[in-house]
């Protein structure tokens, strides 16, 4: 089974409504080798060669004005059933070598009955998978029911926490009963529309911010199989939503929202127990930067400490505010920790430029002419230390195409860490 996958992209940036949509829009993983899907006018010809059982709708499509004149809007828009399979018709060539499986998940329906909801990272989960085999392409979508989802579908209500959305009150009483539900994370949500990572041990599991948001799926149905349930007495409430996983390890990160700080985690293949490499304070701030995600090089895990923290106070609210759950304090400047993998020691703490970043891309480590590693390199997808990104997110904006981009560009960032320094000035 794990051979037979080609490939996993953790960062789900969003899920397009359908196989239409998916011809439609413009994300990375449209185009594979010199295949491609089927433009919009050719969708009707897209042959379904096998349909699942069929489920009751979660909702109907709700069409809104301008989705069939423009093509990139589709993206934005739900999925119209819970789950879908047939065969792509493929334009040009796949090359015959090309077989497998790859999987991709994100947020793919956006309203419950009436009621639409405001950002991206709100969509229920949707699995979407392509299998390459022999030159033909099968495409299949399905939704990931995850406890929010099931409960959202059966009683046509947002249940739990989202990342912007929170459940209306029938009174006081279920308003106190709700953040109590928060302290414990009961009330938060385990929609896991995030990423999706395969483990050393062939496990593939959809992830979100929350830990109860680990859900274990079967690559070849996209059956939901059950929750991810770390052994460990770990605790907190969140992690990274994109762990850095290989064959022989998975590596995360997981905040520490009561003394600020951050625990580097490790996990093997086969295990569900999570055992801490080390730990890293926070150098400023009333509480820790959020990691969305974090670098990693041969020897370190590289924790980046960004000055858009988590925030309790906004965590409590029924209304999001234009940062949501996170603050902005730039007073209490940016930092990259180094941390070694073997040994968990923190071997720099370097203060970087104001920075803010949903993904770092990659990193590496810079060695002298004797082979001695003098810093590391993590490149990121950096906002030029704006928040606003954030509210630039909210599908009323994604919505209003008019020809030109709404969001505003990211710039390739690099920063350089160069460690022995740091290191002495601990020292001292
Ligand atoms: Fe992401």
């Not at 956006?110 to 989960?125: P, S």
């Not at 029924?318 to 940062?323: D, F, G, S």
Request: charge should be negative; include cysteine.
């Amino acid at each position: 089974m794990a051979s037979s996958l080609v490939s996993f992209l953790a960062t789900g940036n969003y899920i397009s409504s359908s196989c239409r949509a998916i011809s439609n829009h413009d994300i990375d993983s449209c185009t594979f080798g010199q295949a491609s899907f089927p433009n919009k006018r050719k969708s009707r010809e897209l042959s379904v060669v096998s349909v699942a059982t069929e489920l009751p709708l979660v909702v109907q499509q709700q069409p809104w004005k301008g989705v069939e004149k423009e093509k990139k809007l589709v993206a934005w828009t739900s999925i119209q059933q819970d789950r879908w399979e047939g065969e792509l018709v493929v334009e040009g060539t796949i090359p015959r070598w090309l077989n497998g499986t790859y999987l991709r998940n994100g947020p793919g329906l956006w309203h419950l009955g009436d009621y639409d909801f405001r950002h991206l990272f709100d969509g229920y989960a949707t699995m979407v998978r392509l299998h390459f085999d022999n030159g033909r392409l099968v495409m299949g979508h399905r939704q990931i029911e995850s406890d929010a989802y099931k409960a959202a579908r059966k009683n046509n209500k947002l249940c739990y926490r989202e990342f912007s959305e929170v459940p209306k009150y029938d009174n006081f009483l279920a308003y106190i009963g709700d953040l109590a539900n928060l302290f414990s994370g009961a009330s938060l949500t385990d929609n896991a529309n995030t990423g999706v990572v395969q483990l050393g041990d062939g496990r593939v599991v959809c992830l979100t911010e929350t830990i109860k948001g680990s859900i274990v799926i079967d690559p070849n149905n996209l059956d939901t199989l059950g929750k991810f349930e770390y052994s460990d007495t770990l605790g907190g409430l969140v992690h990274s939503a994109h762990p850095i996983v290989t064959e022989s390890e998975f590596l995360t990160l997981l905040p520490d929202l009561l003394n600020p700080g951050y625990l580097v985690a490790r996990m093997e293949p086969g295990s569900n127990e999570r055992k801490v490499i080390g730990r890293v304070d926070c150098r400023g701030g009333p509480s820790p930067g959020w990691v969305h995600s974090f670098p990693v090089t041969e020897h370190y895990v590289i924790v980046p400490e960004m000055p858009l923290r988590y925030c309790a106070q906004n965590l409590l609210r029924a209304e999001p505010t234009p940062l949501y759950k996170f603050e902005w304090h730039p007073e209490s400047k940016a930092y990259m920790h180094v941390m070694c993998k073997a040994s968990g020691k923190l071997v720099a703490s370097v203060e970087v430029p104001l920075f803010v970043t949903f993904h770092f891309i990659n990193a590496y480590e810079e060695k002298d002419e004797d082979g001695r590693v003098t810093g590391v390199i993590a490149d990121c997808c950096e906002h030029n230390a704006n928040t606003t990104i954030l509210d630039k997110l909210r599908l009323k904006n994604l919505r209003s195409w008019s020809g030109e981009d709404v969001l505003p560009d990211a710039r390739y960032n690099y920063i350089y860490t160069p460690y022995k320094i740091e290191l002495r000035s601990l020292i001292t």
